[in-house]
Nanobody
Framework: QVQLVESGGGSVQAGGSLRLSCAAS????????MGWFRQAPGKEREAVAT?????????ADSAKGRFTISKDNAAKTLYLDLQVNGLKPEDTAMYYC???????????????????WGQGTQVTVSS
């Protein structure tokens, strides 16, 4: 059973930084794409950044230059981080990590392409 658990959200002032983390357990294939998505109230869920097993990364335009996605794996668990700097009030949202069961990846891919999701972690940025 694949499980994804996020952590690291919180409330910060504009210009601040956070590091979001996700631990994905139970996934045994070497091919994968993992992504960070976010969803603000009343808006659709959107991709922020993705990374595949080869380490290839993609970013949404809103994330370029401010967000950095990274991965690691150990003890049959995939670890996914998102370093977010220069936070803006418009970054306020619930952030989710997601796992796609193949290596083809990209921030343009919709959320329906991902099979597994975490429960989300809230990021709130005040001005």
């Amino acid at each position: 059973q694949v499980q994804l658990v996020e952590s690291g959200g919180g409330s910060v002032q504009a210009g601040g930084s956070l590091r979001l983390s996700c631990a994905a357990s139970g996934y045994t294939s070497s091919a994968y794409c993992m992504g960070w998505f976010r969803q603000a109230p009343g808006k659709e869920r959107e991709a922020v950044a993705t990374i595949n097993n080869y380490g290839t990364t993609t970013y949404a335009d809103s994330a370029k230059g401010r967000f950095t996605i990274s991965k690691d794996n150990a003890a049959k668990t995939l670890y996914l981080d998102l370093q977010v700097n220069g936070l803006k009030p418009e970054d306020t949202a619930m952030y989710y990590c997601a796992l796609r069961t193949e290596w083809l990846c990209g921030a343009h891919r919709p959320s329906r392409d991902y099979s597994y999701w975490g429960q989300g972690t809230q990021v709130t940025v005040s001005s």
